[in-house]
């Protein structure tokens, strides 16, 4: 059974760029969460979809979007990328709600 | 606003059973336990999640007291693969409001000794 799977795994950016990743989650899984890892905050929670819909959402600024398709694969997006968005970017998915949520092994974004 | 309290590294030799502990007692009777693991440059992993009952998977077992305010995470017979960052979450269920965040915490760093 495939895991959550996550494009690109790396990623180079300048400051002022924008980027889009993208995740697959499992099959059959609707809920999809992403959050960012950095060595200081740890990790934080950026928002889930559910079913194409935007539950839940952390404390990022407006830069940070994400949407959810109807195969639930989601893409987040983040604009004028600053040097502090350099960070490991991990997704989740889970069937339903209270299941346990599987992680990809994240897109890993430098911004220079 | 992590809820649970680990130590931050512990030794295990390889071949015995590892016991991680966890404080979490602020807990509420919905909230649930999880564990993951985060091997350097991976995502978290799941490795087991429970109630107020102890349980079982085949990775580890969970160990919940009877007041709930502490858990521990077993890992039976320790493995090298098994050097990793454990986390102990204490997660709500689902509401009106959608699938509860999970709130990562720092985590034991276990490492397993040969």
């Known amino acids: 059974k495939a895991g959550v799977t996550q494009t690109p795994r790396y990623l180079i950016k300048t400051r002022g760029q924008q980027v889009t990743l993208s995740c697959s989650p499992i099959?059959?899984?609707?809920?999809v969460s992403w959050y960012q890892q950095t060595p200081g905050q740890g990790l934080q929670f950026l928002f889930e979809?559910?079913?194409?819909?935007?539950?839940n959402k952390g404390n990022f600024p407006g830069r940070f979007s994400g949407r959810q398709f109807s195969n639930s694969r989601s893409e987040m997006n983040v604009s004028t990328l600053e040097l502090g968005d350099s960070a490991l970017y991990l997704c989740?998915?889970?069937?339903?709600?209270?299941?346990?949520?599987?992680f990809g092994d994240g897109t890993r974004l430098s911004i220079l | 606003d992590a809820k649970t309290t680990q130590p931050p590294s512990m030794d295990c030799a390889e071949g015995r059973a590892a016991n991680l502990p966890c404080n979490h007692s602020?807990?509420?009777?919905?909230?649930?336990v999880y564990w993951y693991r985060q091997i350097h440059s991976q995502g978290p992993q799941y490795i087991i999640h429970?109630?107020?009952n102890n349980e079982t998977n085949e990775m580890a077992s969970l160990i919940i007291t009877e007041d709930r305010k502490s858990s521990t995470l077993i890992l039976p017979h320790a493995t090298l693969r098994d050097t990793a960052v454990y986390y102990c979450?204490?997660?709500?269920?689902?509401?009106?409001?959608?699938?509860?965040?999970?709130?990562f915490g720092t985590g034991t760093r276990l490492t397993i000794i040969p």
């Open positions: 989740a998915s889970s069937r339903e709600s209270n299941q346990p949520q599987h």
């Open positions: 979809y559910f079913s194409e819909t935007q539950r």
């Open positions: 099959s059959g899984h609707r809920s």
């Open positions: 979450i204490v997660r709500g269920g689902w509401s009106n409001f959608g699938n509860e965040k999970l709130t």
């Open positions: 429970g109630l107020k």
């Open positions: 602020t807990i509420s009777g919905n909230e649930y």
